[in-house]
């Protein structure tokens, strides 16, 4: 008799064990974080207004356009990288002087994009399995996510992720 009820716990057990959603790995989590991140940030360059590009929050600082073509300067050393180059972080910032325009800095993003998905995608651990170059990007990135949150506030416009969902 107390075998029929050992039995239909561990027959409960199992079957709730396999109804549970498996949670995603490292590498899928990085993926969906840069993904996500950046998308952001490629919307935020396509509707920002073109005549605004030009515009710093400081005279100091960097110009709206200059900031996308900063993050697209990390998102190429992630593309990269992340495909087992040497390369230096530094050594791939873009000159935003060639980048004048919202299509220009707009072109520039969607290929280093394009470049960095498809290395995270060939090789979601990175070259050393340690998730780099991708992570320290993906903070790189949301860093300057919230400058361009700022660089929407000051011009009065609201950012596309605080609109209102239709």
């Known amino acids: 008799m107390s075998k029929l009820p050992a039995c239909l716990l561990v027959l409960v057990t199992t079957a709730l064990a396999q109804t549970q959603p498996k949670p995603p790995s490292a590498a899928d989590s990085l993926k969906n974080n840069f993904e996500y991140i950046h998308n952001k940030i490629l919307v935020m360059a396509q509707d920002f207004p073109a005549e605004k590009y030009d515009y710093k929050l400081k005279p100091e ?3 709206f356009g200059a900031v996308i073509v900063h993050i697209a300067s990390g998102v190429i050393y992630a593309g990269k990288a992340g495909k087992g ?4 972080w530094d050594d ?4 935003p002087a060639q980048y004048t325009t919202r299509a220009a800095c707009v072109a520039l993003l969607k290929k280093a994009l394009d470049d960095a998905n498809a290395a995270l995608q060939a ?6 399995k340690d998730l780099e170059p991708f992570l320290g990007v993906l903070q790189h990135s ?3 996510y919230g400058l361009l949150v700022a660089y929407y506030r000051a011009n009065g416009l609201v950012p596309p992720d605080s609109r209102p969902k239709k």
């Open 123 to 128: 090789n979601p651990l990175g070259p050393n």
């Open 61 to 63: 600082m960097r110009t």
């Open 85 to 88: 180059e040497k390369v230096k």
């Open 92 to 95: 791939q910032e873009q000159n």
């Open 142 to 144: 949301s860093e300057h």
